[in-house]
Each structure stands twice: as C-alpha cells, then as structure tokens.
C-alpha cells in the first residue's frame, strides 16, 4: 500500500525555520513528479513547491526565495526546508506524489498527484 507520511511540522516564531519531510513507501520516488501543498483554516489548498521527473524545481511566488524543495531517492523521502517563516504560512502542509511530469509549475497542477500524505501542521506566530 502506498504511503506518504510528513513530519517535521511544529509551532514556531516568525523569522524562524523548520524542515518538513515526507517518507514514501511502497512507491519509488524515482521519476515521480513530487510537491508540497498547504492548507490554512478557511481558505483553499494552494501548490507551495514541486519538484519534476528531471528534477526541476518551481515555487509558488509567495515563497520563492525562501523554501526550498528538494528529494532524496536513495531514502524516498522529499523535503521542504522553510526560512524566514511568516505567519501567513501557518497552515496544514500536504506532500503529493504522482507520476513522471516535466517542466512547469508543477505545483500548480494538483491533478498530477495521485497519492498524498496525511498533512503535518506548521504554525508561525508573530
């Protein structure tokens, strides 16, 4: 059975840092297009950051310069490292695995991602 499973997920001040990651099991991380989604208390569930098959990254504008997405497939786990927290990134952090994908703001597409993780929760306080 396919499972994706983050951590990492914490309360934190703003300006502050936290790694996520996200463990895959049953499931190769190899060629799969991967992302990190989030969802905050009433609003809708937005793309953060992806990563494609030949591992191009892209990033939502609000986050570009500070997360970083990267994959490592010998472990099959995906990482989302956050700087400079802002309180508008409190929310519930999703990871997403899909088939190969290419090019792109992957993160945009949702569609692309068949499997998902349970969420973890990221708070930032001012």
């Known amino acids: 059975q396919i499972q994706l499973v983050e951590s990492g997920g914490d309360s934190v001040q703003a300006g502050g840092s936290l790694k996520l990651s996200c463990t895959v099991s049953?499931?190769?991380?190899?060629?799969?297009?991967m992302g990190w989604f989030r969802q905050a208390p009433g609003k809708e569930r937005e793309g953060v950051a992806g990563?494609?098959?030949?591992?191009?990254?892209s990033y939502a504008d609000s986050v570009k310069g500070r997360f970083t997405i990267s994959l490592d497939n010998a472990k099959n786990t995906l990482y989302l490292q956050m700087n400079s927290l802002k309180p508008e990134d409190t929310a519930m952090y999703y990871c997403?695995?899909?088939?190969?994908?290419?090019?792109?703001?992957?993160?945009?597409?949702?569609?692309?991602?068949?499997?998902w993780g349970q969420g973890t929760q990221v708070t930032v306080s001012s």
């Open positions: 990563i494609d098959t030949i591992r191009s990254t």
């Open positions: 049953a499931y190769t991380t190899i060629s799969a297009c």
């Open positions: 997403a695995a899909g088939g190969a994908c290419y090019g792109g703001s992957v993160y945009s597409f949702p569609n692309l991602f068949k499997y």
